[in-house]
C-alpha cells in the first residue's frame, strides 16, 4: 500500500507543479496577441459606432431645422396670402400705402426664396394631386383635360417637402 500511497502523491505533486507551472513565453505571446486582437476588434467596433452615432446626429439636426423652418413658414403663409390679397385689391397703384404694402410683400418673398421655399407652379400645369388640391371642376372644352384653370390659393414646397399645397380649379 505504501507503494499506491506514494504514487497518488507523486500524481498529486505532478498536477500541483503543473497549475502553479509559470507560463512560457510562447504562451505569453499568444495570450497578448489573443488580448490585442480583441482591443483592435473593440476599438474598431467602437469607432464604427461613434461613426454611425455623428451621422445619425447631423441627420436629426438637419430634420430639425427643416421641420422647424417648414412650421414657420406654414404659420405665415396665411399673412402672405393677406398681403397679396391687398396688393390685388388696391385701386390707386401711386398709393403710399399700396407700395408700403408691396415692399412688405417682396420681403416676405425674399425671405422664403433664401430659406428655400418655392411657389408651386399651378396654372396652365397638369393637374398633380401630389401638389394640387382640387376644389372645383369645370368643363370647359376650350382647355385641356386635368389642367388647372384657376388658383385660388398658391402652394409651397421646401425642397422636395410640400408644405401647403395649391388650391385649384381643374378643368375635364
Known amino acids: 500500500m505504501d507503494k499506491e500511497k506514494m504514487q497518488e502523491q507523486t500524481e498529486e505533486t505532478v498536477e500541483t507543479v503543473e497549475e502553479n507551472k509559470e507560463p512560457t513565453m510562447e504562451e505569453k505571446l499568444e495570450e497578448a496577441q489573443k488580448q490585442a486582437k480583441d ?22 439636426k438637419t430634420a430639425m431645422y427643416s421641420n422647424g423652418v417648414r412650421d414657420t413658414v406654414e404659420k405665415l403663409l396665411p399673412v402672405i396670402d393677406n398681403f397679396e390679397r391687398a396688393v390685388e385689391a388696391a385701386d390707386d397703384k401711386e398709393d403710399p400705402m399700396y407700395k408700403g404694402v408691396e415692399m412688405i410683400l417682396k420681403q416676405f418673398m425674399e425671405i422664403l426664396e433664401n430659406l428655400g421655399v418655392k411657389e408651386i407652379p399651378s396654372k396652365g400645369e397638369p393637374f398633380d394631386p401630389n401638389v394640387h388640391s382640387a376644389v372645383m371642376h369645370i368643363d370647359d372644352e376650350s382647355c385641356d383635360e386635368n389642367v388647372v384653370v384657376e388658383v385660388f390659393q398658391k402652394g409651397y414646397t421646401l425642397g422636395d417637402k410640400v408644405i401647403r399645397p395649391s388650391m385649384v380649379k381643374v378643368a375635364n
Do not use: M
Request: glycine share 0%.
Open 39 to 60: 482591443n483592435l476588434d473593440k476599438y474598431i467596433r467602437q469607432l464604427a459606432e461613434f461613426e454611425n452615432f455623428r451621422k445619425r446626429s447631423n441627420s436629426e
